[in-house]
């Protein structure tokens, strides 16, 4: 059985061939240039553009590339790429597999998540795929893990989110606002971003994201997963508040991917908790 996944799941293509999966770079479009995520675009050199001007975009894997993968061969196969909704890369899928005959070998999955929580499960699906398990029981088992995702992000920018597009309306209007620190979340189906709450510091933001997670129910069972925009020592305090929590609960710090934090702008930080 074959994974594959988009660099949204902040798995770059060389950690994939490490672990055995397909990894299709999502991109970011600067002027008239396009540069693949980790391949042709690095964090650093992105943070660089940004803070001399630069206002970078985005798209998604590319249908070519899409189908080159899906074409390789004919052995079942599994696609974990960033939700619909989130991004164009879910559809860019399934417009993929679409335009081949004969694709009921294909099985795409909607992970209604991007970033660490995307990552974890496709870790999930690797292991599940070692332990010999067929692709409707794996399939079965990540939907436990996507029905129990929850992200909540606080940007140092809200220009960037504002951006990108997929805000809904009343988040986009708080952008006007000074001196506050909006904590956004998914909406309910997954397919937006929404306003959580609005705090004055990141502590009492950070507070509010731990007592949400409370409420949900995250627990020894969950692993949690903070994602930052390039400012290590914010998503520290950020973990470090997490962990006085959440003692008992795995953490994970991580960088996002080029194209991750075009979105979400230098400086933020995604907390996300999901079941095991």
Known sequence: MRIITDTASLFSPEEGKTVG?????TCVIHGDKVYRDYEEMQVDTLLSMIAGGATPTTSQPAIG???DVF???T????GLF???????GYQSAVGAKNTIDDNEYIHIVDTKTLAGAEGYLVQKAIELRNQGLNMEAIKT???KSIESSASFVIPADFEFLKRSGRLTPIAAKISSMIKIVPVMTL??????ITLFTIKRSWKKATEAIAEEMKKLGVDENY???????GDVKAAEGVLSQIKERFSNVTTELMCLSPSMLTHGGPGCVLIQAVKK
């Open 223 to 229: 692993i949690i997963y903070i994602c930052h925009g």
């Open 187 to 192: 909406t309910e189906d997954k397919k937006k």
């Open 82 to 88: 960033i939700g619909d909704g989130l991004s164009g």
């Open 21 to 25: 999966i397909s990894v299709v770079p």
């Open 71 to 73: 074409e390789e061969t």
């Open 141 to 143: 088992e990540l939907e």
């Open 65 to 67: 590339d899409l189908l």
């Open 75 to 78: 052995e079942e196969t599994l």
